[in-house]
T-cell receptor, first 115, second 113 residues
Framework: AQSVTQLDSQVPVFEEAPVELRCNYSSSVSVYLFWYVQYPNQGLQLLLKYLSGSTLVKGINGFEAEFNKSQTSFHLRKPSVHISDTAEYFCAVRKGTGGGNKLTFGTGTQLKVEL | NAGVTQTPKFQVLKTGQSMTLQCAQDMNHEYMSWYRQDPGMGLRLIHYSVGAGITDQGEVPNGYNVSRSTTEDFPLRLLSAAPSQTSVYFC????????????FGQGTRLTVV
């Protein structure tokens, strides 16, 4: 079974500082990888996705993530955060073959941007 | 284009009561799913459907029923609510291709007392 680990439950950072949110997954087959953002009292919104090809994926709001197959990681980065980036971020994985509709989520990382 | 619409947004139930959480989509997506979100546990899959007339269990199906009579609607039924079902529930949809992302509704916050 696939699983997703987000080691950091909370990440505090000052505005305009860089940030990295870590995500590791376990799967023996090819996967599709996603990062979602959830603002307070909202649903989940897609930030970016890795399907195939280039390992560096760029998303909305200046975020990017790098797929590292050997380390089974898909860390999310932003070079300079803004106060409006305060939200919860979820990493998710779906098997490339089989597995039906099953999207497995990590437990989330709360990013708090401070002035 | 409303996307994925969940109703109600908030609900308080007494233990043992039943209710149905509604999910409707206007994107003609084949796949629909229900997740529950609990603090520190991320989102866990309750039930999903790969098309009208087809449903299957996810990770945490106990206490919940679903049906999919049309492409547009995927209601989630709680037959006898328990305090352990206090959670935020999200409906998600996506097209049939595997390499597509899921689209989420705004959620239903359910409290069982």
């Amino acid at each position: 079974a696939q699983s997703v680990t987000q080691l950091d439950s909370q990440v505090p950072v000052f505005e305009e500082a860089p940030v990295e949110l870590r995500c590791n997954y376990s799967s023996s087959v090819s996967v599709y990888l996603f990062w979602y953002v959830q603002y307070p009292n909202q649903g989940l919104q897609l930030l970016l996705k890795y399907l195939s090809g280039s390992t560096l994926v760029k998303g909305i709001n200046g975020f990017e993530a790098e797929f590292n197959k050997s380390q089974t990681s898909f860390h999310l980065r932003k070079p300079s955060v803004h106060i409006s980036d305060t939200a919860e971020y979820f990493c998710a994985v779906r098997k490339g073959t089989g597995g039906g509709n099953k999207l497995t989520f990590g437990t989330g990382t709360q990013l708090k941007v401070e002035l | 284009n409303a996307g994925v619409t969940q109703t109600p947004k908030f609900q308080v139930l007494k233990t043992g009561q039943s209710m149905t959480l509604q999910c409707a989509q206007d994107m003609n997506h084949e796949y629909m799913s229900w997740y529950r979100q609990d603090p520190g546990m991320g989102l866990r899959l309750i039930h999903y459907s790969v098309g009208a007339g087809i449903t299957d269990q996810g990770e945490v199906p106990n206490g919940y029923n679903v049906s999919r009579s049309t492409t547009e609607d995927f209601p989630l039924r709680l037959l006898s609510a328990a305090p352990s079902q206090t959670s935020v529930y999200f409906c998600a949809t996506r097209p049939g291709q595997m390499n597509t992302e899921a689209f989420f509704g705004q959620g239903t916050r359910l409290t069982v007392v």
